[in-house]
Every structure is written in C-alpha cells, then in structure tokens.
C-alpha cells in the first residue's frame, strides 16, 4: 500500500531534521573539508554527510521509491515515485558563513500518462530558523523556530496579490547564465517598483510567503526546484521554467504570484 501525502511529508519533516543536526554542526567550523566537482561548484563534508543521512532514512522508510541527489547520482528512477535532494542549497554561502543555505527535498510522482508532478516539498533552512512545507492540496506552511521550540506553530502562507509591475518586487541571484535574455531581464528590473538579489531557494520562499512577488533564476537543475514548486504551487502561486513551462524539469526557475507571471515569460522571450 503506498503511503498518504501527510506520511511522505512526515517523513519528508525527518530527514530535514536529520540533515539539520548535521549541517549546523558543520555551519562554520574551521575544520569544513571543501573540494571542487567537475562543474567547478564546491563541495563541503556536510554536504554529503546530510545527503548520506537522507539517503539512509529512504532505504528505511521508502525503500521502493528512486532518488535523485545533487551529491551522488540518481537510482530508480523507472520507478513510480522518486525523492529529489539538494543537501545544502546555497553551499557557496555555507563556506563563507553567510546563513542563507537550506535542505530541499522535494517527492515527485509520476501518472498513468508519464506526467511528472511534485507532490511533497520542504526547505529547511536552521541558520535562518526557518522552515518551509507542502503537499499537494495541503496548503504551504512555515515555521520560524529561533528557540529550538519543538512545538513551534506552523503557519499558513500564501502570495500577494500585487497584479502591476511598478507595484511588484523582484528577487532574483545575480546577472549571470542570461546569455541573450539580459538585456531583457535589465529591463524588466527597471519596470519593476523594487528589486534584491535575495538568491537561491530564499527568493523563491519569500514569494510563497507573499513578501516577494517575483523570484528568476536562469539556470538550475532539478534539485534546485522541486521542493520549491510544491511550496509555491500550494501557497497559490505558480511556477515554471523561464519560458513558461510548468514544473521544476526546465532548467530554469520562475515563481510568482501567478498574477504577473504571463507578463514575466513573454518579457524575457527572445525574438529571432
């Protein structure tokens, strides 16, 4: 029998736990072990210590379900179901002691059809006492725990409803991986009543929270966006690739408050 949504976010709420225990402690020890990977992005022991850990609890828990981790590869991926982990998202912020990094984990399942949907999601973020949570038809939710209060009460967050772009504020990384959108995303900034490069999985949570109404990064892998689809789909929000496809399979992300998105997509196309 398969396990219910509020089971897979259970367990989901676990290994963001064990991952937690693991990369606070290694938050800004002197002893961080760093290496490169081959694209030239840095590793830290916690990173794949906290992978390791999540994996440990599948093999448990979910021992039919696939995995697709940023740290070792894919397995099962034929199967119905499979989790998608970024241990640290933001590892280049962790080494530098700047506290915007979280755990994503993120469940997708897969049709009759082959359809592909995010159904579980959570972004944990300990140094910021942060934490995010959805599945599929159950709302977003956040909890903010800055006394390790074990009892810290969830609380339910949505999108604004700002529906102008020299209303809306827009998060975004940084200029790099345009290519030939630049110039139309410098423009789009300029149309816009406010813009911070908040970065990586915090911009995309501020828009689920509603504080932000537009987060934009060009090129992010599937472990980047899964767990963030979910949370900002269920906070009311939409959210797709830069050319507007749905889903976290696009290589790019783009979440808002679904009021403005159209306007966003058809900005940043580039005419032949």
């Known amino acids: 029998m398969s396990a219910s949504r509020g089971e897979d976010l259970t367990l989901a709420l676990r290994m963001a736990d064990a991952a937690d225990a693991i ?14 990977k081959p694209d030239n992005t840095p590793v830290t022991d916690a990173d794949k210590s906290a992978e390791d850990a999540i994996r440990a609890l599948l093999r448990a828990h979910r021992p039919d379900d696939g995995i697709v981790g940023e740290e070792f590869g894919n397995e099962g991926l034929d199967k119905k179901r499979y989790w998608v982990i970024d ?16 755990t994503l984990i993120g469940l997708i399942e897969k049709s009759a059809s082959g359809e592909e949907k995010v159904i579980v999601g959570v972004v944990s973020a300990p140094a910021l ?41 827009i998060s975004y990384s940084d200029f790099v991986g345009w290519g030939d959108r630049l110039p139309l995303f410098h423009s789009l900034l300029a149309s816009a009543w406010r813009t911070r490069a908040h970065g990586d999985f915090w911009s995309h949570m501020l ?16 472990w980047d966006m899964a767990a963030l689809d979910i949370i900002v789909r269920e906070a009311g929000g939409r959210f797709t690739s830069v050319a507007g496809v749905d889903g976290p399979h696009g290589g790019s992300g783009l979440s808002s408050n679904g009021k ?6 058809e900005t940043l196309q580039v005419t032949p």
């Open 23 to 36: 990369t606070l402690a290694r938050y800004q020890a002197q002893d961080l072990a760093i290496t490169t």
């Open 129 to 169: 006492f942060r934490r995010w949570y959805a599945f599929e038809g159950g709302g977003a939710f956040v909890i903010v725990n800055r006394n390790n209060d074990q009892e810290a009460t969830p609380k339910r967050i949505s999108v604004s409803s700002v529906s102008r772009m020299e209303d809306a504020s």
């Open 260 to 265: 403005l998105h159209r306007h966003v997509v």
């Open 87 to 102: 241990p640290i998202d933001g590892t280049k912020n962790f080494l530098r002691g700047v506290p915007t990094w979280a």
């Open 207 to 222: 828009v689920a929270e509603g504080a932000v109404d537009i987060a934009i990064e060009p090129s992010l892998a599937l």
